[in-house]
Antibody, heavy 119, light 110 residues
Framework: QVQLVQSGAEVKKPGASVKVSCKAS????????INWVRQATGQGLEWMGW????????GFAQKFQGRLTMTRDTSISTAYMELSSLRSEDTAVYYC????????????WGQGTLVTVSS | QSVLTQPPSVSAAPGQKVTISCSGS????????VFWYQQLPGTAPKVLIN???QRPSGIPDRFSGSKSGTSATLGITGLQTGDEADYYC???????????FGTGTKVTVL
């Protein structure tokens, strides 16, 4: 069955970077885009960006330009989201989600990774 | 703040129907597909509706989606206590070149 399993919770200091992984299984990793979405405690969903694992092409929300990197390792079917220059407002649960490259339909989500930014 | 506006909360008794609106503009809902997500407390979101009105396999037909102009609506019939959750609409915004989520609506079963 399709699964997206994310790495564990992280605690980072302001100014540091965090790298969250999203390991895919149960399907051909390069056939679907991976999107990243975050949610601060008690707040709504915020789209961060997408990556096509086949080509490596990415697209980011304007507010994350320059701070966000998305990469992948196709040999282990894993996508990565790295956010740099962390500030307290980046404290949130980060989710990866699978989106069909062709018809852009969303389906499976990872379980979420809590990133806490605190001095 | 989000470019897609939803009511903060809706409520109804078990067995009744609720509708959740999602208001946008021509750069988003007006010219792109709308998606709906359900987020149960403490869990990851789940897709309820793709492409305005398409239910993924496993989603009961109590959930329905529609779109008209620059607004979309999620309907839930036969309301159950297990439907208590936050619901979000989402769509691509061509002006922002970004996917945008609605402000979210909390559904309460009275």
């Amino acid at each position: 069955q399709v699964q997206l399993v994310q790495s564990g919770a992280e605690v980072k200091k302001p100014g540091a970077s965090v790298k969250v992984s999203c390991k895919a299984s149960g399907y051909t990793f390069t056939s679907y885009d991976i999107n990243w979405v975050r949610q601060a405690t008690g707040q709504g969903l915020e789209w961060m960006g997408w990556m096509n694992p086949h080509s490596g092409n990415t697209g980011f929300a304007q507010k994350f330009q320059g701070r966000l990197t998305m990469t992948r390792d196709t040999s282990i079917s894993t996508a990565y989201m790295e956010l740099s220059s962390l500030r307290s407002e980046d404290t949130a649960v980060y989710y990866c989600a699978r989106v069909d490259t062709g018809d852009k339909k969303w389906d499976y989500w990872g379980q979420g990774t809590l990133v806490t930014v605190s001095s | 703040q989000s470019v897609l506006t939803q009511p903060p909360s809706v409520s109804a008794a078990p067995g009744q129907k609720v509708t959740i609106s999602c208001s946008g503009s021509s750069s988003n809902i007006g010219n792109n597909y709308v998606f709906w997500y359900q987020q149960l407390p403490g869990t990851a979101p789940k897709v309820l509706i793709n492409d305005n009105d398409q239910r993924p396999s496993g989603i009961p037909d109590r959930f329905s989606g529609s779109k008209s102009g620059t607004s979309a609506t999620l309907g839930i019939t036969g309301l159950q206590t297990g439907d208590e959750a936050d619901y979000y609409c989402g769509t691509w915004d061509s002006s922002l070149s970004a996917f945008v989520f609605g402000t979210g609506t909390k559904v309460t079963v009275l």
